[in-house]
């Protein structure tokens, strides 16, 4: 018969299965914690994925407890209820861990990707940690490479450069030993110039042709070199352990490397060497950042080097200009003296010698007029004529010395541009005559009849042209032609510098002089206008020239801001002269009013001067005797005296004109002028007074000008001259 009944259990099962309870009963508490503390978790963690997987893993535990719980009353005697209980919960822990199972296949990869995600995350750090020590070391270098500069560019002497880079470099770096090497003047060595603790003769050379050296200096940074190579024995033999030892290329720019102007070919470089050695007997070794530190300070050690070297050879130039400009200043100075002493010189020869010359020619003029043999006649002609030559080169001297030193000024004034012409033909026309020469003036329509501009001037440079004309033509015709020049017969190709500028209140004068004479070999025309330069296959032929006749012209043309030059096709072919020169409009330019000063008029009324009473002041008596002499030949009733005291004493109403020699030693005529003009207070009484002198420049006409003389008569003086400007004077007083 059956029974429902466990039979007793042995004393040893009986512990056994206390110990199960007892294990059980534990091990239910701990899969019972296990929930309470994921659900913990979950609340607490606001972003965890997954928290459906440890709900379900919760279950998991619970049921997993559950079991072991149920467990407890499986080991006694039990209801079919206890044991529906315990299959049902086994059943479910079964269903609920292989869900579970299943879950985790899925959900390990994600797993794994995020540990990797985080491993990335964690070589990122650590990369990011190293960058930050990198950027510390480049602000540590970069303050160091700021504070060398800083010391190395705090002067601009080479030496004090250098010795500051290597105590500089030595302290930054904490070396035991610096140095620098540079090239000698041969450049085929380098030479020990600067160490850090001079623990080394300076002066000490190596070969540039090391390999070592070729090495550092192919290198564009610093290069690690062997403690024992030539430029790196500079600690004492004691050393056993020499610390590393690294070297630099340092170039030296001079000015040649500073190229300008579309950047010619570059000069070679040289460079210097820099040794830089780790203390001996220690471990340590050249880091990147030192080597970096070191390459920039030697970029910024080549840079001070070529501003010291600039700034040597400004200071040289500045040395040199300074001795230039003395030099210069002196020569200046002297050339000033020169050209007083030598104004002072023409001023004294010009005064002497024309004084001797007005008597000749005016004496020579009074004999001319006398009864005179055929004979006689020729040789008073020819005194004549030699004299106005030796008076022409007295002129044409003088006015080039001042034309060379700028003193020289034009006489600006209105004038008969048309009448000058003629004058100018009428006085070749004599001599043109002799030669049985046909010579032609032709003025264009639109010449202006009046003009301003030097009338002086611009009569010498026609007289001189046509002169030439004259003198080399045997036979044939000279023609002379004036036009008012277009813009297009202005510009001369061989003249690049000559810019002709139209306006309204301008015009250009342009005369051509065509003459059949001898001609000019092509080769000769530029020689024409130097100074004593003349044809020399013509200068034997026709002596009596200087040839400073076309240097004055062209020098004169320049002033009046025009332009000449001389065409021909060679020897016995005839030649053409051309000038161009600029004269002012009138009406339409501000012209000054200048004084008046007769020249040589062509057509003058001839006038009578019989008793004209006229007062003649002169310290010299032989010149006194000339001018007297030429007056009263002309019927002038001639007082002469010797000084302006005596002048203002003799002086009355009755004299009509006073010439007075303003060249007088020791006596300012011009205030013997101003005297006259308050002694006589109405113009009308006044008499008329003329300046007789040798004095050609400027400053004697303005003077004149200026105390209200009324003419100036230049010496020499010949009796046509003095008629004609007597006769001026006494026109001009008529119209007033």
Same mark, same amino acid.
């Given at each position: 018969m059956?029974?429902?009944?466990?039979?007793?259990?042995?004393?040893?099962d009986?512990?056994?299965?206390?110990?199960?309870?007892?294990?059980?009963?534990?091990?239910?508490?701990?899969?019972?914690?296990?929930?309470?503390?994921?659900?913990?978790?979950?609340?607490?963690?606001?972003?965890?994925?997954?928290?459906w997987v440890?709900?379900q893993?919760?279950?998991?535990?619970?049921?997993?407890?559950?079991?072991?719980?149920?467990n407890?009353?499986?080991?006694?005697?039990h209801?079919?209820?206890?044991?529906?209980?315990?299959?049902?919960?086994k059943?479910?822990?079964?269903?609920?861990?292989?869900?579970?199972?299943v879950?985790?296949?899925?959900?390990?990869?994600?797993?794994l990707?995020?540990?990797?995600r985080?491993?990335?995350?964690?070589?990122?750090?650590?990369?990011l940690?190293?960058?930050?020590?990198?950027?510390?070391?480049?602000?540590?270098?970069?303050?160091?490479?700021?504070?060398?500069?800083h010391?190395?560019?705090?002067?601009?002497?080479?030496?004090?450069?250098?010795?500051?880079?290597?105590?500089?470099?030595?302290?930054?770096?904490?070396?035991?030993?610096?140095?620098?090497?540079?090239?000698?003047?041969?450049?085929?060595?380098?030479?020990?110039?600067?160490?850090?603790h001079h623990q080394?003769?300076?002066?000490?050379?190596v070969?540039?042709?090391?390999? /070592?050296?070729? @090495? &550092?200096?192919? =290198?564009?940074?610093?290069?690690? *070199?062997s403690?024992? !190579?030539?430029? +790196? $024995?500079?600690?004492?033999?004691?050393k056993?352990?020499p610390?590393?030892?690294?070297?630099?290329?340092?170039?030296?720019?001079?000015?040649?490397?500073?190229?300008?102007?579309?950047?010619?070919?570059?000069?070679?470089?040289?460079?210097?060497?820099?040794?830089?050695?780790?203390?001996?007997?220690?471990?340590?070794?050249?880091?990147?950042?030192?080597?970096?530190?070191?390459?920039? /300070?030697?970029? @910024? &050690?080549?840079? =001070?080097?070529?501003?010291a070297? *600039?700034?040597?050879? !400004?200071?040289? +130039? $500045?040395?040199?200009?300074?001795?230039?400009?003395?030099?210069?200043?002196?020569?200046?100075?002297?050339?000033?003296?020169a050209?007083?002493?030598?104004?002072?010189?023409?001023?004294?020869?010009?005064h002497?010698?024309?004084?001797?010359?007005?008597?000749?020619?005016?004496?020579?003029?009074?004999l001319?007029?006398?009864?005179?043999?055929?004979?006689?006649?020729?040789?008073?002609?020819?005194?004549?004529?030699s004299?106005?030559?030796?008076?022409?080169?007295?002129?044409?001297?003088?006015?080039?010395?001042?034309?060379?030193?700028?003193?020289?000024q034009?006489?600006?004034?209105?004038?008969?541009?048309?009448?000058l012409?003629?004058?100018?033909?009428?006085?070749?026309?004599?001599i043109?005559?002799?030669?049985?020469?046909?010579v032609t003036?032709?003025?264009s329509?639109?010449l202006?009849?009046?003009?301003?501009?030097?009338?002086?001037?611009?009569?010498?440079?026609?007289?001189?042209?046509?002169?030439n004309?004259?003198?080399?033509?045997?036979?044939?015709?000279?023609?002379?032609?004036?036009?008012?020049a277009?813009?297009?017969?202005?510009?001369?190709?061989?003249?690049?510098?000559?810019?002709?500028v139209?306006?309204?209140?301008?015009?250009?004068?342009?005369?051509?002089v065509?003459d059949?004479?001898?001609?000019?070999n092509?080769?000769?025309?530029?020689?024409?206008?130097?100074?004593?330069?003349?044809?020399?296959?013509?200068?034997?032929?026709n002596?009596?020239?200087?040839?400073?006749?076309?240097?004055?012209?062209?020098r004169?043309?320049?002033?009046?801001?025009?332009?000449?030059?001389?065409?021909?096709?060679?020897?016995?072919?005839?030649?053409?002269?051309i000038?161009?020169?600029?004269?002012?409009?009138?009406?339409?330019?501000?012209?000054?009013?200048?004084?008046?000063?007769p020249?040589?008029?062509?057509?003058?009324?001839?006038?009578?001067?019989?008793?004209?009473?006229?007062?003649?002041?002169?310290?010299?008596?032989?010149?006194?005797?000339?001018t007297?002499?030429?007056?009263?030949?002309?019927?002038?009733d001639?007082t002469?005296?010797?000084?302006?005291?005596?002048?203002?004493?003799?002086l009355?109403?009755?004299?009509?004109?006073?010439?007075?020699?303003?060249?007088?030693t020791g006596?300012?005529?011009?205030?013997?002028?101003?005297?006259?003009?308050?002694?006589?207070?109405?113009?009308y009484?006044r008499?008329?007074?003329?300046?007789?002198?040798?004095?050609?420049?400027q400053?004697?006409?303005?003077?004149?000008m200026?105390?209200?003389?009324?003419?100036?008569?230049l010496?020499?003086?010949?009796?046509?001259?003095?008629?004609?400007?007597?006769?001026?004077?006494?026109?001009h007083?008529?119209?007033?």
């Amino acid at each position: 018969m059956d029974c429902n009944c466990f039979d007793p259990l042995l004393p040893a099962d009986e512990l056994l299965m206390k110990y199960q309870y007892i294990s059980d009963f534990f091990i239910a508490i701990a899969y019972f914690s296990i929930p309470i503390e994921l659900v913990y978790f979950v609340q607490k963690s606001a972003v965890f994925p997954y928290r459906w997987v440890l709900v379900q893993f919760g279950a998991f535990i619970v049921l997993c407890g559950a079991t072991h719980l149920i467990n407890l009353w499986t080991s006694t005697p039990h209801t079919r209820t206890v044991a529906m209980v315990m299959t049902t919960a086994k059943f479910s822990t079964a269903a609920v861990s292989c869900a579970t199972a299943v879950m985790l296949v899925h959900i390990i990869p994600d797993l794994l990707s995020v540990k990797t995600r985080e491993l990335f995350l964690k070589n990122k750090a650590a990369e990011l940690d190293r960058e930050m020590g990198l950027i510390r070391t480049q602000e540590e270098t970069g303050r160091y490479v700021r504070m060398l500069t800083h010391e190395i560019r705090s002067t601009l002497d080479r030496h004090t450069i250098l010795k500051s880079t290597l105590v500089e470099l030595g302290r930054a770096l904490q070396l035991e030993e610096c140095a620098l090497w540079m090239p000698t003047r041969t450049g085929v060595e380098l030479q020990l110039s600067y160490t850090l603790h001079h623990q080394n003769p300076v002066g000490f050379t190596v070969p540039i042709q090391l390999p /070592v050296i070729n @090495q &550092v200096f192919s =290198a564009n940074r610093a290069v690690k *070199i062997s403690p024992n !190579s030539p430029v +790196a $024995r500079l600690r004492p033999a004691r050393k056993y352990m020499p610390g590393e030892v690294v070297a630099v290329r340092v170039p030296l720019l001079h000015l040649s490397n500073f190229q300008t102007n579309d950047w010619p070919e570059l000069s070679p470089k040289s460079y210097a060497l820099m040794v830089l050695m780790l203390p001996s007997n220690s471990a340590r070794q050249w880091h990147v950042h030192e080597l970096e530190l070191v390459d920039v /300070v030697a970029d @910024q &050690v080549a840079v =001070a080097l070529s501003h010291a070297a *600039i700034l040597e050879e !400004s200071m040289r +130039a $500045r040395d040199l200009l300074m001795e230039q400009n003395v030099a210069l200043d002196l020569a200046r100075r002297e050339a000033e003296t020169a050209v007083r002493a030598r104004n002072d010189f023409l001023g004294v020869m010009n005064h002497e010698m024309r004084t001797p010359m007005h008597a000749v020619i005016a004496l020579s003029s009074l004999l001319q007029e006398s009864e005179l043999t055929p004979e006689q006649r020729l040789m008073v002609e020819t005194i004549l004529k030699s004299s106005n030559l030796l008076a022409t080169l007295i002129n044409d001297v003088l006015d080039l010395s001042r034309l060379e030193d700028g003193s020289l000024q034009l006489d600006v004034g209105t004038f008969n541009l048309h009448a000058l012409f003629r004058e100018v033909l009428n006085l070749i026309k004599p001599i043109a005559a002799v030669k049985k020469l046909f010579v032609t003036l032709s003025l264009s329509s639109d010449l202006p009849e009046v003009a301003i501009g030097d009338e002086k001037r611009l009569m010498q440079i026609l007289l001189n042209v046509v002169g030439n004309a004259v003198k080399f033509s045997k036979e044939g015709s000279v023609s002379v032609s004036a036009v008012a020049a277009k813009s297009e017969s202005l510009i001369d190709p061989r003249a690049p510098e000559f810019f002709p500028v139209q306006s309204e209140n301008h015009f250009y004068l342009r005369v051509q002089v065509k003459d059949t004479g001898s001609g000019i070999n092509p080769q000769d025309i530029p020689k024409l206008f130097c100074k004593f330069a003349q044809n020399q296959e013509l200068a034997t032929k026709n002596s009596g020239g200087t040839g400073l006749g076309l240097a004055i012209c062209k020098r004169f043309v320049d002033l009046m801001e025009g332009h000449i030059w001389i065409e021909s096709e060679g020897v016995g072919k005839g030649s053409t002269a051309i000038f161009i020169v600029k004269l002012g409009i009138p009406g339409r330019l501000n012209e000054s009013k200048l004084p008046f000063i007769p020249g040589l008029p062509a057509n003058h009324m001839q006038m009578t001067f019989q008793g004209l009473k006229v007062l003649v002041m002169d310290d010299n008596g032989f010149s006194r005797m000339v001018t007297k002499t030429l007056l009263v030949h002309l019927g002038c009733d001639v007082t002469t005296i010797g000084s302006g005291d005596e002048c203002l004493r003799v002086l009355t109403r009755e004299h009509k004109v006073v010439i007075m020699d303003v060249s007088i030693t020791g006596m300012n005529c011009y205030d013997v002028a101003v005297s006259v003009h308050e002694k006589f207070g109405k113009r009308y009484e006044r008499p008329l007074i003329v300046a007789l002198t040798g004095n050609t420049d400027q400053v004697t006409k303005e003077n004149c000008m200026r105390v209200g003389m009324d003419g100036v008569i230049l010496k020499p003086v010949s009796i046509d001259k003095m008629t004609s400007v007597l006769s001026e004077l006494l026109e001009h007083r008529a119209v007033l």
